[in-house]
């Protein structure tokens, strides 16, 4: 992003400002959305925004926010993961007919069985990420204080895969307690002891592998696509002005973690029907790559693809409940523009 000489000089004939670095920290943490899968690249913070304060309440604005959004869109969630390990060349699950289903066996609470969980860990997940960023930076930068946008990706990319590796028992949990049918699990602790009493510690880390293959391709091509879309609107429409606005940058998010879905999606396909296996009647507990043969073999490419239409259908509610309620926490928390 840059910032050219008369939105410069605009910036302070409207907005005397007396502090500098609220206006970067204003460019710096303009967007920051979660669409349910929140794999991209953690917050940055400065040292100041670190020593005031500043970053918890930024982190539980966008943990909220994040909250507010999957809540909003959980029950498209619960259809994409029951299209996932339920959806076959044989048994095609449409969207109506999922949710009649649904409705069907568990009535309308049913839609938003495992949301629970799924905004649990959040709060963890965010925690665990920002603390693990902060260490790999250090730990990887060239020289210290400054990181290169490569050493950025990779720390973003180590620190998901480290708080995805602290709370990966509760995705587990997640997928169980979506699926699961009309007093199967009375909550998530009866889950829990229920899967260890069955199939023991290891049930909690099944389909680990495609899990942590999933984040690379995602965050990857989620910030490249940001990145290049943004800078693309701005050298195309930036006459007068270097800041987007919220619709473009929201555009950008929205089309990037599409783009980023599309390379990972059956990575996290594959990780569902892992997690969900011993759960199903009769089915065998395949290893990833037979599982893979398996789908080729009775449902074609395609089949790697089942679910996808509701996992498009919640990016953009997803992205405008979750920009609307950062926003409005952001305020709310009194942090200045």
Not at 20 to 48: A, M, N
Not at 88 to 99: A, E, P, Q, Y
Not at 262 to 275: D, F, G, K, N, V
Request: aromatic share 10%; hydrophobic share 40%.
């Amino acid at each position: 992003m840059s910032v050219d000489w008369n939105e410069w000089r605009e910036h302070f004939l409207f907005n005397p400002a007396t502090s500098l670095q609220e206006i970067i920290r204003y460019w710096k943490h303009s967007t920051v959305l979660d669409i349910g899968d929140s794999l991209t690249i953690p917050d940055e913070f400065t040292e100041e925004e670190k020593t005031t304060g500043v970053w918890w309440k930024q982190l539980m604005a966008g943990a909220v926010a994040g909250a507010v959004s999957r809540t909003g869109t959980a029950p498209l969630d619960r259809l994409k993961v029951f299209m996932q390990v339920h959806g076959s060349k044989s048994n095609k699950i449409s969207l109506v007919g999922g949710f009649k289903q649904m409705l069907k066996e568990g009535g309308v609470t049913s839609l938003w069985r495992g949301n629970g969980t799924n905004v649990l860990k959040i709060a963890p997940e965010t925690a665990i990420k920002f603390m693990a960023y902060e260490q790999y930076k250090k730990l990887l930068a060239s020289e210290p204080g400054k990181v290169q946008s490569h050493e950025r990706f990779i720390a973003g990319s180590m620190a998901g895969a480290t708080a995805q590796t602290a709370i990966y028992p509760m995705e587990v949990m997640k997928t169980r307690l979506t699926l699961r049918k009309t007093g199967q699990y009375s909550g998530m602790f009866d889950c829990a002891k229920k899967i260890l009493k069955r199939e023991g510690v290891k049930a909690f880390y099944k389909g680990y592998i495609p899990n942590i293959l999933g984040i690379i391709p995602y965050a990857g091509i989620d910030l490249a696509v940001y990145e290049s879309l943004k800078n693309l609107w701005l050298s195309k429409y930036a006459k007068d002005t270097a800041n987007p606005g919220v619709l473009v940058l929201l555009g950008c998010g929205t089309i990037s973690s599409t783009c980023g879905q599309l390379a990972s999606y059956p990575l996290a396909l594959i990780r569902t029907r892992m997690q969900a296996q011993a759960s199903l009647e009769g089915s065998e507990q395949l290893p990833m790559g037979r599982m893979v043969k398996k789908i080729l073999e009775k449902d074609g490419f395609f089949g790697l693809y089942r679910g996808i239409l509701p996992n498009f259908m919640k990016v953009i509610p997803a992205v405008s409940i979750s920009y609307v309620v950062y926003e409005n926490m952001r305020s709310g928390l009194g942090i200045q523009k």
